[in-house]
């Protein structure tokens, strides 16, 4: 089966204890680096377990009713 160019989840380890977080980070990590058929995925977090297997972190902040996209270091990411 190929896999789809790339997966969103939003805030898909939200109801998840640490473990399955992490499962599911490992999951994740081990599809994106997949020698035959990688794929990308983008995930809305607050969890550090997606975070530490991340390619790259995004901060999103509004003011004045604008969003922006501020691109955060790992640690910068594990801190917010």
Request: glycine share 2%; proline share 5%; charged share 20%.
């Amino acid at each position: 089966c190929d896999p789809a160019p790339f997966y969103m989840f939003d805030e898909l380890d939200q109801a998840l204890d640490s473990t399955y977080r992490a499962a599911v980070a490992n999951l994740i990590q081990r599809q994106a680096n997949d020698k035959e058929n990688p794929t990308q995925f983008i995930v809305t977090t607050f969890r550090p377990e997606l975070v530490a297997v991340s390619n790259r972190c995004y901060g999103v902040s509004h003011q004045n009713k604008v969003s922006s996209i501020h691109s955060l270091s790992r640690k910068d990411a594990l801190k917010f």
